[in-house]
């Protein structure tokens, strides 16, 4: 079983910055590929950005390309999502998930534990 923290949403201004964190306890982190998502209020789970598990690959959704950055830190179990010039539409609550796989996926359905969420406010 593995158990995953987000922290790091809060409410910010449009262009502002944010780094979301997710920790893990339990599992091998370091063998799992992360990804992050998002659900905005009305709609479904969306994919934002994807990382398999030595940071090799990187994946994102086209609406965050160029503004968000995927990281991780095998030896503190954590992974990052660094949101830059936020916009009201980034506005949602953002999950953490992790896949057995350790290669990274853009497919929510191939996440095997997924955190509380964390959320994200962006004015304008």
């Known amino acids: 079983q593995v158990q995953l923290v987000e922290s790091g949403g809060g409410l910010v201004q449009t262009g502002d910055s944010l780094r979301l964190s997710c920790v893990a306890s339990?599992?091998?982190?370091?063998?799992?590929?992360v990804g992050w998502f998002h659900q905005a209020p009305g709609k479904g789970r969306e994919f934002v950005s994807t990382?398999?598990?030595?940071?090799?690959?990187?994946y994102y959704a086209d609406s965050v390309k160029g503004r968000f950055i995927v990281s991780r830190d095998n030896a503190k179990n954590t992974a990052f999502l660094q949101m830059n010039n936020l916009k009201p539409e980034d506005t949602a609550v953002y999950y953490c998930a992790v896949t057995y796989s350790s290669i990274a996926s853009t497919n929510l359905n191939e996440y095997n534990f997924w955190g509380q969420g964390t959320q994200v406010t962006v004015s304008s």
């Open positions: 339990g599992g091998i982190f370091r063998t799992y590929a």
């Open positions: 990382i398999s598990w030595n940071g090799g690959t990187a």
